[in-house]
C-alpha cells in the first residue's frame, strides 16, 4: 500500500523540538509510523506517515514535523565513557556561568584573566587524570609491586596470577616494569584522544550556517562564532594530548637517573643510556611547559565567524596538528631507553629511601596546590572586579522584580570549578586508594603494615578522603534541610490550590485530595532554590574543609596515617571506593541498557548544551549540531537564504519546544536571520530559560536576552529595532510559555500567571496550565487525574489553543470536556525504528 508524507513547506509547518531523555519522534508527533526527511539517525527531522493523501491532516496548509536528536547524548553504548569525563564537563560549565561575558566590536569577549586560570586549571584536570593512571600502574604495580621481594617487602604480586608478568625474565629490570606499565596512562590518553577526535568530528565539524554582509551581534546569544568551535577545540585538544603524553614520559624516564638527578647530562658518552634518559626527560618537560605556555595564545582562545576561514583554519595541516605525534615520538624513545638503555646502565639507585615513584609524590602535590592557587584567583577575580549587571538598577527586570538574579551572588563559575576540581580529585584518590588495598595496605613511607604489603600512596590522597568523608556528612545534613525547605511550601500551595480551581471542583474534592496535590506544588517549586542553595552552602563548607585539611596536612602531614584513628582512614577510604563504584555501575548499566542511557542522557542533555570553550575532553557538545541543523531547516521552511528573503512563495514555521528544547529554541530564533524570523512563531512548555539559564549562565540568558527575543517575534517588516525600549514583551508577539505548578523544571519567563480557566482568550507571554486538570474524580473513571508535572503537554487542551491561536489567531480556550486529541484510523505500516504499528494514536 502507497503511504502519504507530506513534502510541503508552503503555509505553516509545526516544528517540534524534544527535551530530555531523548523523545523518539514517534512520541514527539504522537503518531505510530513516521519517516525521516532530513538528517540522519543521530539527529533529524521526521514527519508523519498516513495511508493516502486525501484526508490527511498533513497538507498544504499545516503539517507537524519533529527534530529528534536525543541520539547524540544518548545514542550507542560509548556514551558510558562520558561519565568518567564529569569533571571536564563542570569545568566547561563553569566557563560560561561568567555574568562578564559581552559583545564588543560585534564580537563576545571575556574576562581575560579568568580565561587564562581556567584553561589552565583544564589542563591541570587532565594531569589529574593521568597522575592517577600513573599512581595505580607506574608506581604500585611497575615500582612498588615489581620491587624484588625480601624478608621486609613481600610481593604484593604473590596472590594475583595478573601480576605473575612481573617476574618473568625478559622483564628483569625496573626500567621494563615500568615501561610496560606506562602503557596503562598512555592507553588512557589514547582512548581520550580518539573520544574527542570522533566527537568533534560528528558535532564541532559540522558547518554553521554563514551570514551574508556584516553580522548585528548585540547580545552573547546572537553570535554565530558560539557554534563554530572547530578550530580552537582541534588546537585545545593537541595540547592537551601533547601534555599529557609529556607527563607520562617525564614520570617514566625521572626514576632512571641515576641518583634521580640531572647530573648525568654531562656524562662524556654521548650516547649513554644515562645521557640518554636525561636529554629525552627535558625535551618531554620542554613541550610539557610549550603546552603551558601556548594554551594561552589568544589565537586558541578565538572562535572565527562561519565561513571559508574558519573551515580552513580546522583543516589546515599545523603545529597543532604535529604536536601530539612530537611528544608521541619522544615517549617511543623514552620507552626504547627505559626497556635497554636502563638496562644496560644497571639498576637505578633507589637507595635515598625512594619508597614510591620518584617525582609521583611531589607531581600530585604539587598539582593539588596550583590549582587551588587557580581556584583562588577565579575567586578573587570575581571579588575584586565585581559582576556584571544582568539587571536594570532597580532590580526591575522586564517590569518584574521578582525576574531571576545571578545565583550565589555571580559566584557560579568559581563554585562549579570548584565542584568539578574536588570530583576529579575524588576520583583519582579513590582509585589510587582502592588499588592500594587491593594489592597490600596504602601507607605513607616507614609506617608498618603488619604481613601486609606495605604500598606507598601520596599523603594527600589520604587527606583528600578524610576531607571526602566530612564533606559527605555535610551533604546528608543538607539534603535534610533541603527536604524540610520543599515541605515548607505546602500550606502556601494549599491556599493556591483552593483559590485556582473552581469552586464546584476544590470544594467537591476530599482534603487528602487537595493536600496531595498542594505537596506536589510545593516540592515542584521548592527543588531548585533547595537545591541550588544546598550545592551553594555545600560548596562554602567544601571550601572550609580543604582549608582546614590544609592546614591539618601541613602540621601533622603523615601522622593521619601513622598516629591517627584506623577507622578514620577506613571509614574515608569506604567513601571515596563508594564514588568510584557507583560511577562504575553507572557506567556498566549505560552500556548494557538504553533505557538507563536515556536516564543517564538527561545529565548530558543539561550539561553538554555549551560548546567545549575550556577542556576538549569534555563531552561533546550537542548543540554544536543541533543548532546549525535548526538554523538551516528553518531557512528553508521559512523559504529564506542567509539574509534575503525569497518571494513568493514562502513558508511559516511554528517553532513548538519542550523542557531543554526551549533553550535550544531560543538559541536558534536568536541567532537566526531577520528573514526567517518575520515568519517565525514561538511555543515554549517546560521551559528552565528562568529557573536554571538565568540564574546559573546570566550573560547569555538575562532580561536583556528575553526582551531582544520578544522583538524579534514582534517584528513585522524592515530591520530589527535597536535593543532597549519598554521592559516586557510587546502584545503582538508571537510567543506563548505554558508551564504547570507541579513542574520541577519548567516555569515562567517574564512573570508567573493565573492558570487558565475554559472560555478566557489567551494572551500572548506566560501562560499556566492547572495540573491536574481536576480534582475530582470524573464520571466513568474510579481514579484521580494524577499530575503530570514536566511531561505530556500535548494532552492539554491549551495546548491546541496556543497553536491555533499562534496559526490561524483563533485563542479561545476550549472547555475542558472537550477531547485534547483526535483518534486516527490504523497505520498499517512499520515506523522507520521498526517498531509495530499501533491501532490508534492521540494526537
Same mark, same amino acid.
Given at each position: 500500500?502507497?503511504?502519504y508524507?507530506?513534502q510541503?513547506i508552503?503555509?505553516w509547518?509545526?516544528l517540534r523540538?524534544?527535551?530530555v531523555?531523548g523523545?523518539p ?9 513516521v ?5 540522519d539517525?543521530?539527529?533529524?527531522f521526521?514527519?508523519r506517515?498516513?495511508e493516502?493523501a486525501?484526508?490527511a ?11 529528534s536528536?536525543?541520539?547524540l ?5 560509548s556514551?558510558?565513557?562520558?561519565l ?13 556561568m561568567d ?6 566590536g560585534?564580537?563576545t569577549?571575556v574576562v581575560?584573566?579568568r ?11 587532565t ?8 599512581s595505580?600502574?607506574m608506581?604500585l604495580v ?8 625480601g624478608p621486609?617487602?613481600?610481593?604484593c ?6 601480576l ?11 626500567g621494563?616494569?615500568?615501561a610496560v ?11 581520550l584522544w580518539?573520544?574527542a577526535r ?8 559540522q558547518q554553521v550556517?554563514?551570514?551574508k554582509?556584516?553580522a ?10 558560539l557554534?563554530?568551535?572547530?578550530g ?8 592537551h594530548v601533547?601534555g ?5 614520559g617525564?614520570?617514566?624516564?625521572a ?5 634521580a638527578?640531572l647530573?648525568?647530562?654531562?656524562h662524556?658518552d654521548t ?14 618537560a620542554?613541550?610539557?611547559v610549550v603546552?603551558l ?9 578565538d ?5 571559508q ?7 589546515e595541516?599545523d ?5 601530539p ?10 620507552l ?9 646502565a644497571?639498576?637505578?639507585d633507589?637507595?635515598?629511601g625512594?619508597?614510591a615513584?620518584?617525582w609521583?609524590t ?33 532590580g526591575n527586570?522586564l517590569?518584574?522584580p521578582r525576574f ?8 557560579s563559575?568559581a563554585?562549579v ?12 584518590a ?15 613511607p616507614g609506617?608498618?603494615?603488619g604481613?601486609?604489603?606495605?604500598l ?7 587527606w583528600?578522603?578524610?576531607c571526602a568523608?566530612?564533606?559527605?556528612v555535610?551533604?546528608?545534613?543538607l539534603?535534610a534541610r533541603?527536604?524540610a ?5 505546602r500550606?502556601a500551595?494549599?491556599?493556591?490550590v483552593?483559590?485556582f480551581?473552581p ?17 506536589v506544588?510545593?516540592r515542584a ?14 560548596l562554602?563548607?567544601a571550601?572550609v574543609?580543604?582549608?582546614?585539611g590544609v ?13 591517627g ?6 571509614a574515608?577510604?569506604l ?8 560511577l562504575?555501575w553507572?557506567g556498566r548499566?549505560?552500556?548494557?541498557s538504553?533505557?538507563?542511557r ?6 548530558w542533555d543539561v ?6 570553550a /575550556?577542556?576538549?575532553? &569534555?563531552?561533546?557538545?550537542? =548543540?554544536e549540531? $543541533?543548532?546549525?541543523?535548526? %538554523? @538551516? +531547516? #528553518? ?9 534575503e528573503?525569497?518571494l ?9 519546544c519542550?523542557?531543554?528544547?526551549s533553550v535550544i ?6 541567532? /537566526?536571520?531577520?528573514a &526567517?524570523?518575520?515568519?517565525? =512563531?514561538?511555543? $515554549?512548555?517546560?521551559?528552565? %530559560? @528562568? +529557573? #536554571?539559564?538565568a540564574r546559573?549562565f546570566p ?6 536576552s528575553?526582551h531582544r527575543?520578544?522583538?524579534?517575534l ?5 530591520p530589527?529595532?535597536?535593543p532597549?525600549?519598554k521592559p516586557?514583551l /510587546? ?18 519567563v517574564v512573570r508567573d500567571?493565573?492558570?487558565l480557566?475554559?472560555?478566557v482568550?489567551?494572551?500572548h507571554?506566560d501562560?499556566?496550565?492547572l ?7 470524573q464520571p ?28 490561524a489567531?483563533?485563542g479561545?480556550?476550549a ?7 483526535t483518534?486516527v484510523?490504523v497505520?498499517?505500516?512499520e515506523s ?6 499501533v491501532g490508534?494514536a492521540r494526537?
Amino acid at each position: 500500500m502507497d503511504r502519504y508524507v507530506s513534502q510541503d513547506i508552503s503555509g505553516w509547518t509545526e516544528l517540534r523540538v524534544h527535551g530530555v531523555s531523548g523523545t523518539p519522534p514517534e512520541a514527539e508527533l504522537c503518531h505510530p509510523a513516521v519517516a525521516l526527511v532530513a538528517g540522519d539517525r543521530l539527529a533529524g527531522f521526521y514527519r508523519r506517515i498516513w495511508e493516502r493523501a486525501r484526508g490527511a491532516p498533513d497538507g498544504p496548509d499545516f503539517r507537524r514535523e519533529g527534530y529528534s536528536w536525543g541520539k547524540l547524548t544518548s545514542g550507542d553504548n560509548s556514551r558510558a565513557l562520558w561519565l568518567l569525563l564529569l569533571p571536564f564537563m563542570f569545568l566547561n560549565l563553569a566557563y560560561y556561568m561568567d555574568p562578564e561575558h559581552r559583545v564588543v566590536g560585534n564580537r563576545t569577549r571575556v574576562v581575560p584573566e579568568r580565561n587564562a586560570v581556567q584553561r589552565l586549571l583544564a589542563l591541570s584536570l587532565t594531569g589529574t587524570y593521568v597522575l592517577a593512571a600513573t599512581s595505580v600502574s607506574m608506581d604500585l604495580v611497575g615500582w612498588q609491586c615489581g620491587a624484588h621481594a625480601g624478608p621486609s617487602r613481600p610481593a604484593c604480586s604473590s596472590g594475583g596470577f595478573w601480576l605473575n608478568w612481573l617476574h618473568y625474565s625478559w622483564l628483569d629490570s625496573t626500567g621494563r616494569h615500568l615501561a610496560v606499565t606506562s602503557l596503562v596512562p598512555l592507553a588512557l590518553v589514547a582512548l581520550l584522544w580518539w573520544t574527542a577526535r570522533r566527537t568533534w568530528a560528528t558535532m564541532e565539524a559540522q558547518q554553521v550556517p554563514q551570514i551574508k554582509g556584516t553580522a548585528d551581534v548585540r547580545l552573547p546569544l546572537e553570535d554565530r562564532r558560539l557554534w563554530n568551535g572547530r578550530g580552537p577545540v582541534r588546537e585545545l585538544r593537541a595540547l592537551h594530548v601533547a601534555g599529557a603524553l609529556a607527563v607520562v614520559g617525564v614520570l617514566l624516564l625521572a626514576p632512571l637517573l641515576p641518583g634521580a638527578d640531572l647530573t648525568s647530562l654531562s656524562h662524556g658518552d654521548t650516547w649513554h643510556p644515562a645521557a640518554a634518559v636525561v636529554r629525552n626527560l627535558l625535551l618531554l618537560a620542554l613541550l610539557l611547559v610549550v603546552a603551558l605556555v601556548v594554551i594561552q595564545v589568544p589565537l586558541v582562545k578565538d572562535r572565527d565567524r562561519p565561513g571559508q576561514d574558519a573551515a580552513r583554519r580546522a583543516d589546515e595541516l599545523d603545529g597543532y596538528r604535529v604536536l601530539p605525534w612530537l611528544v608521541t615520538t619522544l615517549v617511543a624513545g623514552a620507552l626504547a631507553v627505559a626497556c635497554w638503555g636502563a638496562a644496560r646502565a644497571g639498576p637505578p639507585d633507589t637507595t635515598a629511601g625512594l619508597h614510591a615513584l620518584p617525582w609521583q609524590t611531589g607531581a600530585v602535590r604539587w598539582l593539588l596546590v596550583a590549582q587551588g592557587a587557580l581556584l583562588l584567583l577565579l575567586a578573587a577575580s570575581h571579588v575584586l572586579r565585581g559582576t556584571a549587571r544582568t539587571t536594570p538598577p532597580d532590580g526591575n527586570a522586564l517590569g518584574n522584580p521578582r525576574f531571576p538574579h545571578p545565583a550565589w551572588g555571580g559566584m557560579s563559575m568559581a563554585g562549579v570549578a570548584l565542584l568539578a576540581t574536588l570530583l576529579a580529585t575524588a576520583l583519582a584518590a579513590g582509585v589510587t586508594l582502592r588499588v592500594a588495598e587491593i594489592l597490600g595496605a596504602p601507607t605513607v613511607p616507614g609506617h608498618p603494615t603488619g604481613n601486609q604489603r606495605p604500598l606507598v600512596v601520596p599523603t594527600a590522597y589520604f587527606w583528600a578522603a578524610v576531607c571526602a568523608l566530612a564533606l559527605a556528612v555535610v551533604a546528608l545534613l543538607l539534603a535534610a534541610r533541603a527536604w524540610a525547605v520543599m515541605r515548607r511550601g505546602r500550606a502556601a500551595a494549599l491556599h493556591h490550590v483552593q483559590e485556582f480551581y473552581p469552586r464546584d471542583d476544590a470544594g467537591r474534592a476530599p482534603l487528602a485530595r487537595r493536600r496531595h496535590i498542594a505537596g506536589v506544588w510545593a516540592r515542584a517549586r521548592g527543588l531548585s532554590p533547595a537545591a541550588e542553595g544546598g550545592l551553594g552552602l555545600l560548596l562554602l563548607a567544601a571550601v572550609v574543609i580543604a582549608v582546614a585539611g590544609v592546614v591539618l596536612d601541613l602540621a601533622l602531614g603523615t601522622r593521619l596515617v601513622t598516629d591517627g584513628s584506623p577507622w578514620l582512614t577506613t571509614a574515608a577510604n569506604l567513601v571515596l571506593t563508594g564514588l568510584v563504584a557507583g560511577l562504575l555501575w553507572a557506567g556498566r548499566q549505560a552500556y548494557r541498557s538504553e533505557s538507563f542511557r536515556r536516564t543517564v542522557g538527561i545529565l548530558w542533555d543539561v550539561g553538554t548544551f555549551w560548546p567545549r570553550a /575550556a577542556h576538549p575532553f &569534555a563531552p561533546p557538545c550537542y =548543540a554544536e549540531r $543541533t543548532v546549525p541543523d535548526l %538554523l @538551516t +531547516r #528553518l531557512e528553508h521552511l521559512t523559504g529564506t537564504t542567509a539574509g534575503e528573503q525569497q518571494l513568493p512563495p514562502g513558508g511559516r514555521v511554528l517553532l513548538s519546544c519542550h523542557s531543554q528544547g526551549s533553550v535550544i529554541g531560543v538559541a536558534v530564533l536568536m541567532q /537566526a536571520n531577520t528573514a &526567517a524570523g518575520v515568519r517565525t =512563531a514561538l511555543l $515554549t512548555y517546560g521551559c528552565p %530559560l @528562568t +529557573r #536554571l539559564y538565568a540564574r546559573f549562565f546570566p550573560a547569555y540568558f538575562n532580561a536583556d536576552s528575553v526582551h531582544r527575543l520578544g522583538q524579534i517575534l514582534a517584528h513585522r517588516v524592515g530591520p530589527l529595532p535597536e535593543p532597549g525600549g519598554k521592559p516586557g514583551l /510587546a502584545d503582538d508577539t508571537r510567543w506563548y510559555n505554558l508551564y504547570r505548578a507541579s513542574d520541577p523544571i519548567g516555569g515562567w519567563v517574564v512573570r508567573d500567571a493565573r492558570p487558565l480557566r475554559p472560555g478566557v482568550r489567551l494572551k500572548h507571554g506566560d501562560r499556566q496550565l492547572l495540573d491536574p486538570m481536576k480534582l475530582c474524580k470524573q464520571p466513568g473513571d474510579t481514579c484521580y487525574q494524577p499530575p503530570k508535572g514536566h511531561s505530556d503537554y500535548f494532552s492539554d487542551p491549551a495546548f491546541d489553543a496556543c497553536v491555533r491561536d499562534l496559526v490561524a489567531g483563533d485563542g479561545t480556550l476550549a472547555p475542558p470536556t472537550s477531547p485534547p486529541s483526535t483518534a486516527v484510523p490504523v497505520i498499517l505500516s512499520e515506523s522507520v525504528d521498526g517498531a509495530a504499528p499501533v491501532g490508534r494514536a492521540r494526537l
